[in-house]
């Protein structure tokens, strides 16, 4: 398994981490900042989850006409890690 850091851009949370296994599943989803509830249900809804699938369906997500959004700076620290 192999944890990765990001440091998401235009949004309230500072950072996300989370880990990788070796078939691609999310585990250990985390937060820092932002909507605390929101963040830790995503965390919680992702747990095992594919995580090109979870790109997949959480790109594009706005938050308040930011152009971007947690869930979707999520998905961005998604694509960098696989594109390695």
């Known amino acids: 398994m192999k944890h990765y850091t990001y440091s998401p851009k235009g949004v309230c949370s500072v950072q996300i981490d989370y880990d ?23 965390g919680r809804l992702l747990e095992g989850a594919d995580a090109k699938t979870s ?3 959480l790109r594009g997500n706005d938050c308040k006409g930011r152009g971007t959004s947690c869930a979707d700076q999520l998905s961005k ?7 390695v």
Do not use: P, S, V
């Not at 620290?77 to 594109?83: C, G, R, T």
């Open 20 to 42: 990788l296994d070796e078939e691609g599943k999310i585990h250990n989803l985390a937060f820092t900042g932002g909507c605390n509830g929101n963040l830790k249900a995503i």
């Open 55 to 57: 790109a997949d369906i």
């Open 77 to 83: 620290a998604i694509d960098e890690a696989l594109a």
